[in-house]
C-alpha cells in the first residue's frame, strides 16, 4: 500500500512550501494531486521524489523552464546525457555571465565608496556619482551599465 502524504506534509518533507506545490501543480510543472473526498491534496512517493528533484534544480538556479526539460529528460528512460549536458551547461554560462555582472556591481560600488567622506557633511559622493550622467574614467569593466569604465 503506497503512503500518501498531504501537501503540508509534502512540504516539510521536501523543503518546498505548500504555495509553491500549489503553483507547480497549476504551471503543470507537476501533475495535479489525487483529491481526498474533502478536497484534500494527497502526494505519492513519485510526487514526492519530483518535488525535491525541482527543490534542488531551483537550488542551482534552474528556471521553471529549464527545470520543465530536466524532468521530461530525467523521466524519459531513452534520453541522451549529451541533452542533460546542452541544458546543464546553458545555464553554467548563465550563471558565469550573472557573476560577472555582480562583480561589476561590486566594483562600481566600491568605487562609489572610496570617493565618501564619511562625515557629517551633507555633501554626498556616493548620492552625485548615483545622480550623475558623467562616466567617470575609473572602472573598465563595470562598463556603461553603471556609469564607470575602469582604467586599470
Not at 497549476?26 to 521524489?49: F, N, Q, S, V, W
Not at 546553458?90 to 558565469?96: F, G
Not at 545622480?131 to 573598465?140: E, G, I, L
Request: with cysteine; net charge positive.
Amino acid at each position: 500500500m503506497r503512503h500518501y502524504h498531504t501537501i503540508g506534509e509534502a512540504a516539510g518533507t521536501t523543503g518546498v512550501s505548500a504555495k509553491m506545490i500549489r503553483h507547480y501543480e497549476k504551471i503543470r510543472l507537476i501533475m495535479p494531486a489525487e483529491r481526498t473526498g474533502a478536497g484534500y491534496r494527497l502526494y505519492d512517493p513519485a510526487d514526492i521524489h519530483k518535488l525535491r528533484f525541482i527543490r534542488r534544480a531551483r537550488n542551482l538556479g534552474f528556471s521553471i523552464d529549464e527545470i520543465k526539460e530536466l524532468l521530461g529528460l530525467w523521466q524519459d528512460e531513452k534520453r541522451a546525457s549529451k541533452d542533460v549536458r546542452h541544458v546543464a551547461d546553458s545555464h553554467l554560462v548563465a550563471l558565469r555571465n550573472k557573476a560577472a555582472e555582480i562583480h561589476s556591481m561590486i566594483d562600481a560600488l566600491e568605487h562609489l565608496l572610496e570617493g565618501c567622506t564619511n562625515d557629517d557633511r551633507p555633501d554626498c559622493p556616493i548620492l552625485k556619482g548615483l545622480a550623475s550622467d558623467a562616466t567617470s574614467t575609473r572602472s573598465k569593466n563595470v562598463g556603461h551599465k553603471f556609469g564607470y569604465e575602469r582604467i586599470c
